[in-house]
């Protein structure tokens, strides 16, 4: 599946952005360029789009939702930038290119990525500070919360330190849960809030992440088995070497596709009552079943 | 010198709030042992010493201090736990402990530093979002300000990665500044934000903490050559042994000495207009003057 035209657009403008911010980085020219480099290798900047996409869908009291996504994104290529180091899950390769750390050596890529997680609530301190403070406190707690050791951080210690090779797949979706989810769902959520959403939406809104943030997760463990690094641009078959339990591992590919299929409907049906304003977070849906990469 | 009373009745307050906070963290088992491990190995509890007690200089609108001042203690133990590391300081001990991935690994050392940073900013989101959300968010640019890449972030990579051992003592000064000053500076300012500070006093108080950091480097420099490992509790001639410029190389010991007791002397001189009030500020100036470890 081609990435949705609607998708591409807003692709394009969170690069620009993203761009820009990374244009204006502060501090020593070795550590910016670290920084960049991570930022600018590409990828389908989800988190972003999805934190656009969401805000979209409500008047808002027109607060700029821009700070907001690009933090996200720094957050996320943050845990890249770690999760690649040697101690870690050693990766050499990401998005096609050497790691962070293959590149800038170890010492600067876990800089920057402590400078990269710093920067993204420094982004969100500077520009809500004066101009919309409730929402800039309420993004640090959703955004913090999510990221930290009851989230992401939190799943990469179960992912990659604490693993159980015999862990039953519902524990390992519970890791999926921390891992991605909560970051994915931070971005809906934070869309929500930077527009200015209801209670009522806003927990709609929840659910469509989870759903989708799972799907994510099982879509990336079929392609790890059906797909090729070149199409992936990164390793692939990494989780049966580490004999870690997966969907595919459990169930097998088709009934993972079926599982996938069935979280992407329930993460659309939640979006019906926003009819045609979220035919954006509809594509996402869909494409997260459809992928190919 | 001994640690003032006035001083050890905060550091006392400190180690019972970080002890709750940690007590209460989420996420797995390990992480938050090596969390804790390290927020628990001790030190003097500077800044949070520094932040509520200039908090205490201000009537302020009865903002609970503790949630910043515990933040300010997770960033400065998630810096000592990832300048630790092998591909940085190399440091197998900590305060006459072993240091974060010597006990715990690599890997979770990594991110039990980052849920740190991490969880730094959720306490102040969750403390400050409904109760004060103008000194939340205010907080979280102060603290993300100078823990970033124009801050301590971007001292760490001038320290350790891009070392110029020929570097003049100011432009060795001008790191000190970002690496260790500006936390420093963040913690007084902190305080005063949450405090409720006017303009005047804030700018004040900020010339105070600038001097008070400079001259806890120019002591740092001069106990590494006069004091031993067992006093400090940590490596000592590390400097000479990498041929750093030092205070203490470029100057000798006198006039090291003679620097310090000039930025403590415009340090005190700051807080004049505070009268009494200043009494703890003005112990601690003093007290890093005269310090043995």
Same mark, same amino acid.
């Given at each position: 599946m081609q990435y949705p035209e609607r998708l591409d657009r807003y692709r394009g403008q969170v690069e620009a952005a993203l761009e820009q911010y990374a244009a204006a980085f502060n501090g020593p020219a070795a550590l910016r360029e670290a920084m960049s480099y991570s930022l600018r290798a590409? !990828?389908?900047?989800l988190r972003p789009t999805l934190l656009l996409s969401t805000c979209d869908l409500f008047n808002g009291d !027109?607060?700029?939702p821009w700070p907001a996504a690009c933090a996200l994104e720094f957050v996320h290529t943050y845990s890249l930038i770690h999760d690649d180091l040697p101690a870690l899950d050693n990766d050499d390769l990401r998005r096609g290119m050497p790691t962070c750390h293959k590149r800038f050596g170890e010492a600067l890529a876990i800089l920057a990525g402590d400078a990269l997680l710093t920067e993204a609530f420094h982004l969100i301190g500077r520009s809500y500070r004066h101009a919309a403070p409730a929402v800039g406190i309420a993004l640090t707690a959703e955004l913090s919360e999510a990221a930290g050791a009851a989230g992401m951080v939190g799943g990469q210690v179960l992912d990659t330190?604490?693993?159980?090779?015999?862990?039953p797949i519902m524990a390992v979706e519970q890791v999926h849960r921390m891992k991605t989810g909560a970051l994915i769902i931070a971005s809906v959520r934070c869309g929500a809030i930077v527009g200015g959403a209801d209670e009522e939406s806003l927990a709609a809104l929840t659910r469509y992440a989870a759903h989708i943030g799972l799907a994510f997760q099982v879509t990336d463990d079929i392609l790890d088995v059906t797909s090729t690094a070149q199409e992936l641009g990164k390793t692939i078959g990494k989780d049966a070497a580490q004999h870690k339990t997966t969907y595919v591992s459990a169930w097998g590919v088709e009934k993972s596709r079926a599982y996938a299929a069935e979280l992407i409907d329930r993460a659309v049906a939640e979006?019906?009552?926003f009819g045609d304003r979220a035919a954006t977070l509809r594509d996402l849906a869909h494409f997260i079943r459809e992928r190919k990469n």
């Open positions: 590409g !990828g389908k900047r !027109g607060h700029d330190v604490n693993v159980d090779p015999h862990a979006l019906s009552v």
